[in-house]
């Protein structure tokens, strides 16, 4: 079964940026789409991004984190990362990444996972 790590979390002040990584083990990845998932305290687990499988041609993006956000893949260091810029107080949550399905008519906010199996994630903080 496929083993996902989160890392690249930290604290960080509004607009700011941050680069989160998910990174695979146990398994090769590029046969895997790949979403990014995040969860507030007291809110439930919401979808923020997807990639498709392969060479991630497809990406999708929750309305609230569109324009700011770019999930990308490199197969080859069996990674996938979420470059999340112009960062708000809003966006701070825990945040995981977990193979799910993605197309363009994916509804991200409300994505699921395919295994459900979660990381530890890692956490994002947003504050001045």
């Known amino acids: 079964q496929l083993q996902l790590v989160e890392s690249g979390g930290g604290l960080v002040q509004p607009g700011g940026s941050l680069r989160l990584s998910c990174a695979a083990s146990g398994s090769i990845l590029d046969g895997y789409p790949i979403g990014w998932f995040r969860q507030a305290p007291g809110k439930e687990r919401e979808g923020v991004s997807c990639?498709?499988?392969?060479?991630?041609?497809?990406?999708n993006y929750a309305d609230s984190v569109k324009g700011r956000f770019t999930i990308s893949r490199d197969n080859a260091k069996r990674t996938v990362y979420l470059q999340m810029n112009s960062l708000k107080p809003e966006d701070t949550a825990v945040y995981y990444c977990?193979?799910?399905?993605?197309?363009?008519?994916?509804?991200?906010?409300?994505?699921?996972?395919?295994?459900?199996?979660w990381g530890q994630g890692t956490q994002v903080t947003v504050s001045s």
């Open positions: 990639i498709s499988s392969s060479s991630g041609e497809i990406t």
């Open positions: 977990a193979a799910t399905l993605c197309s363009g008519k994916t509804r991200v906010a409300t994505m699921g996972a395919i295994f459900d199996s």
